[in-house]
């Protein structure tokens, strides 16, 4: 089973529709998670770190399930701006950053 | 000035041929990574430096050597490469913490030809 698995699409929405992208890692010690965007051919950037209670930004919210080890991002009102690739990121912590990257998932939104 | 950049943004290089790529941080962080991204592939970590140290190397082959002369630079040292080493190659920067955001530089997309 891989580390972090990931849906790498593409998902075609139109916009103003309402997306969710779910993440399954392995490793049931992580201890934090993220999700990172990755516009085609630039590098990743942070979107948002998940939090157990689950945290909204925005038209995005993340949340983490430890007990089914999955980490999830809705976005809602979908944007034309908003296609890019959306990686999961799972830290195994140990002081420093270990992190594990899923494939990503794709994400295009049609007008 | 960007956080953190990257140089060439783009290299061409034969099998026989030895480069560098040069990774810069302003941000004042102590650690540093090394990714490789090729397509339809996750992004894989190479090296992390941490306070100039190396800590990790994930098995990566030994025609890579990185250096990190201090805790703003980094550098892949690059000699008879594959054309399967063809790939994205990202410089992240972080405050070292198990909660913490990686910032990436451009990255260098090497073609081994």
């Known amino acids: 089973r891989k580390e972090v698995e990931q849906d790498p699409g593409p998902f075609n929405v139109p916009e103003g529709a309402t997306v969710a992208f779910n993440c399954t890692y392995s490793?049931?010690?992580?201890?934090?998670f993220f999700w990172y965007r990755q516009d085609c051919r630039k590098e990743p950037k942070l979107l948002m770190s998940?939090?157990?209670s689950g945290n909204e930004d925005g038209r995005f919210t993340a949340q983490l399930n430890r007990a089914s080890q999955y980490i999830s991002l809705l976005i809602r009102d979908s944007k034309l701006s908003d296609s890019a690739t959306y990686l999961c990121?799972?830290?195994?912590?140990?002081?420093?950053?270990?992190?594990?990257f899923g494939i990503g998932t794709k994400l295009q939104v049609i007008p | 000035e960007t956080g953190v950049t990257q140089t060439p943004r783009h290299l061409v290089m034969g099998m026989t041929n030895k480069k560098s790529l040069k990774c810069e941080q302003h941000?004042?962080?102590?650690?540093m990574y090394w990714y490789k991204q090729s397509a339809k592939k996750p992004l894989e970590l190479m090296f992390v430096?941490?306070?100039?140290?190396?800590?990790e190397n994930n098995s990566v082959p030994s025609r890579f050597s990185p250096e990190c002369p201090n805790s703003s630079h980094l550098f892949l040292h690059l000699h008879t490469l594959q054309p399967e080493d063809s790939a994205l190659y990202l410089c992240?920067?972080?405050?070292?913490?198990?909660?913490?955001?990686?910032?990436f530089g451009q990255g260098t997309r090497l073609t081994v030809v």
């Open positions: 992240a920067s972080s405050e070292t913490g198990s909660n913490t955001e990686a910032f």
């Open positions: 490793n049931s010690a992580s201890q934090s």
């Open positions: 998940v939090y157990s």
């Open positions: 990121v799972v830290n195994r912590g140990g002081g420093y950053q270990k992190v594990t």
């Open positions: 941000l004042g962080h102590n650690a």
């Open positions: 430096y941490n306070f100039k140290e190396q800590t």
